[in-house]
């Protein structure tokens, strides 16, 4: 007998759940490197338009496509037939969110390593030069914080879908918008701070490259959770009477809006810190666990700050994680006919393992590479630069050949809500997001292979 699907509580449990997805590290610290980096607020322009067309394009189908089928993505697209598309295509996209896991939970132990530095007040040591690095090379402390974020997301994914995210995420949320205006107001008070807001928020034609769409582009990914699995899987929590473009449009305005949030955070401390220079917003982790701290070593809260500020990193990293492994645990029971707790702790197993290489690559296993690139490097640039625009390529002719855009309105319009930006699906579904996939796809590895520097 098949066992009744679980589900989310309505509307609401699944804007906070989705949004939890989307919003984590990607916003707190690319957004603004990549804002700082393509043109201020050119990029954020460029940003926003494509949110509405291309972001909000691959939600509603990806949530379409999950809600149809009552299904994880494997499942899902072996609704619509059996060929390579289907079969590829469907583990594809559930293989993406299994190898994202394990890596992405040892940055959020570096987060929680952080955040009890700032707790028992070593706001002067955590500044130190080639604090960071030691930290992540210097043995197996590493490792510790890694296993603790991991044990944390467990523990929710074991409660469920209504008691566990739905409910961490109708917390951690609300927490997080309120920390994110908190720090932001704070940070556009600094000395210096307004020529940062200037340059994040007014578009200056004169800052704008091709380079600026293409990065925008690819923050897409990272932003709305787009080809990771998640919003088919969720999409299949979703009760038929919820309106899926309104719920899509919640999810659009609250992660564009923390990653506005985001960079009214940073990109002005740092300004201020920098004497406004935007080279000074580093890329990655040394923007976070180096500037950042430094940063708010020179203010008068840097202990208040570093706590706030690393709560608010650890609840986008937890909902972010949490969603992650929600969708790659609803692939084990669907296709293995697994419990949810077997699949649970299958999973985490092999988070430890597979988590493990990327949280020693840096230390005792830094030996370990592939193509040059430690290993959470290189799992990071396999499954964002080269998996997910496949993935995504493949819901859009699963959509376009298979499903049909027809069979889409239908899934939308359910009880009477209207489709109102159809239009802008079927053109963007059909024409615009594979265009955007293929330019996506050959610039991140042109990228990485030195072919073309972004």
Known sequence: M??????????????????????????????????AKYGGGIFLLVYIILAMTFGYTMIIAETAIGRKTKKSPVGAFAKFGNSILEKGGGWINAIIPILICPYYSTIGGWVIKYLYEYLRGNTTGVTEDGYFTGFITGGYEAELWFLLFIMAIL??????????IERVSRFMMPVLLVLAVIIAVYSMSLPGAMEGVKYFLIPNLANFSPMTVVAAMGQMFYSLSIAMGILITFGSYMKDDVSIESATVNVEIFDTGIAMLAGLMIIPAVFAFSGGDPQALNAGPSLMFVTIPKVLQ??????????????????????????????????LEDEFGVSRQKATVG????????GTFSSLGYGPLGFIKIIGMQFLDFSDFLTNSVMMPIAAFCICLIVTIRMGTDAVEEEVEKFGHPFKRKGIFNFTIRYLSPFILAVILISSVANVFGLISM
């Open 2 to 35: 098949e066992q009744k699907r679980s589900s989310f509580s309505g509307k609401l449990g699944y804007v906070l759940s989705a949004a939890g997805a989307s919003v984590g590290l990607g916003n707190i610290w690319r957004f603004p490197y990549l804002a």
């Open 347 to 354: 999973m985490g197993i092999f988070m430890i393992i597979l």
């Open 298 to 331: 020179g203010t008068a809260f840097a202990r208040a700050g570093g706590i706030l500020f690393f709560v608010l990193v650890l609840f986008a990293a937890l909902t972010s994680a949490i969603a992650l492994t929600e969708s790659a645990v609803s692939t």
């Open 155 to 164: 523990v929710v994914i074991f409660l469920g879908v209504q008691n566990g």
